[in-house]
């Protein structure tokens, strides 16, 4: 093993257990992470570089820890260690499911529409709860989130920069990410939830288009894209890529075809955040998008996403009734929507729009006309569209809810559908599904 510690070297955490050095997991530009053995199980150890075991960073870690914030999103520091004069922290290990988005961006996974959509949701309000209660995280980047290829999980890592906000302590960001205004140094810009905010919107462009928001004919005119030229065009004179008003950094046909077909398959919905946030907001960072309009923004494309019939692909559509005809992005056959249930909140009301594509679930956070936070797994699952055991191409919609519902059909008659059973899908059907929370069948 190669690195600061050799394998079976103890430490003592300030919480008091005892930390045994069992192999070197990886190195960053701050310090290398261990995989240790406590008394509570296996733990992960980040252990800085002399470098950067600079007292303010002892400062931030201890804060951090002492904070305790506990939230399964988060690799959260839970304990600090020091030795010999430098320091570092204990969190969780982060589970093998979870890849990094360098991965992702080098085509080394395989993911889908849905999940990433899921991914972007979940990143959103990840940072949404850290800023309530007052952190800026500083250093939102592709280097920091960890997803679930399958599910679109996430876990936030390396956490030691998050700081209460108005804390000036510390680093601003990566380049690519950080505000236009802290990447040319204005006077009094400083990081902060605001900043975050744009490092956000640029983490879920490249999410969803494989491609930097910044990095159009410009950049290929570069010949070293050094500090002094990253610093103009992620700074000084940012430009978006698809700026309705100005098309001189535009994505190069023959170079960037994977943003021109991705920024094509987008739903209109999204396509115009990310204009909001890489236009005006880059010069008014007061206009930047909030994590509720994006939150709402992808749930909303989320439950529209629907298969292809000839290839199978999935694809984004637009949310809400007789949206526009698209094309498959896939195949460019002709997208056929399937009939989609209109679920109405208790007060105050809201509405969410679900395509009932094979397989489409109500979750519980679609009973909620405020949901803090989204959750897509069978733990949360209220409903989905199952297909007839015997009868091919008949669908209804399952309760896997604890709540008896009331089915009402377009004819008036009405019945029951306790916890495992399913009605026939039928446009009209209304269903009470308890709670206060309606649902009915339409067509389009």
């Known amino acids: ?112 529409t849905r999940a990433l959509l899921t991914a972007c949701l979940y990143t959103v309000e990840a940072y949404q709860a850290l800023h309530s209660r007052g952190i800026a995280y500083r250093d939102i980047s592709w280097g920091n989130i960890f997803f679930d290829p399958d599910t679109g999980d996430v876990l936030v890592c390396d956490n030691d920069n998050a700081v209460v906000e108005g804390d000036t302590s510390g680093i601003s960001g990566t380049m690519k990410f950080m505000a236009p ?3 040319r140094a204005d006077p009094g810009a400083r990081p902060g939830t605001q900043s975050d905010l744009h490092s956000l919107a640029v983490l879920l462009f490249l999410l969803l288009m494989n491609h930097h928001p910044f990095e159009g004919k410009r950049e290929l ?56 946030s890489f236009t005006a907001a880059l010069h008014e960072p007061a206009r930047r998008v909030r994590e509720s309009e994006w939150r709402d923004a992808l749930r909303a494309v989320l439950d529209s996403v629907v298969e292809c019939a000839s290839c199978g692909r999935q694809n984004m559509t637009e949310p809400g009734e007789n949206p526009p005809p698209r094309a498959c992005w896939g195949c460019g056959g002709r997208l056929v929507l399937p009939p989609r249930l209109t679920v109405t909140t208790p ?68 019945q029951q559908i306790g916890p495992g059973q399913t009605v026939p899908l039928r446009s009209g059907l209304e269903l009470d599904l308890g709670g206060g929370a309606q649902a009915v069948v339409r067509a389009k």
Request: aromatic residues 8%; negative net charge.
């Open 1 to 112: 093993m190669s690195g600061m510690f050799d394998s079976g070297t103890r430490l003592a955490a300030e919480n008091g257990d005892e930390v045994e050095i069992i192999d070197l997991l990886g190195a960053g530009g701050q310090g290398e992470v261990y995989r240790v053995r406590t008394p509570g199980g296996d733990r992960a150890l980040k252990w800085y570089y002399p470098t950067s075991a600079t007292p303010e960073q002892e400062a931030i870690v201890r804060e951090l820890v002492t904070r305790d914030f506990d939230d399964s999103r988060f690799l959260w520091p839970e304990a600090y260690v020091a030795h010999r004069g430098s320091f570092g922290y204990l969190m969780e290990l982060r589970p093998d499911r979870f890849r990094g988005l360098p991965d992702l961006f080098r085509r080394q996974l395989r993911t889908s």
């Open 181 to 183: 205004e802290l990447v």
């Open 221 to 276: 005119g570069i010949h070293c894209l050094d500090e002094a030229a990253e610093r103009k065009l992620y700074g000084k004179n940012p430009l978006f890529v698809f700026d309705p008003a100005d098309d001189s950094n535009a994505p190069d046909p023959m170079e960037h075809t994977t943003v021109l077909a991705t920024w094509d398959a987008a739903a209109g919905k999204l396509q115009e955040l990310f204009v909001r």
């Open 347 to 414: 007060p105050p009301r809201a509405e969410h729009h679900i395509r009932l594509r094979r397989a489409a679930r109500v979750q519980a956070h679609h009973l909620l006309p405020e949901p803090t936070r989204h959750d897509c797994s069978d733990a949360s699952l209220v409903a989905e569209l199952v297909e007839h055991p015997s009868k091919p191409g008949r669908f209804g919609i399952a309760n896997r809810s604890k709540e008896t519902w009331t089915g009402t059909r377009s004819d008036g008659t009405s």
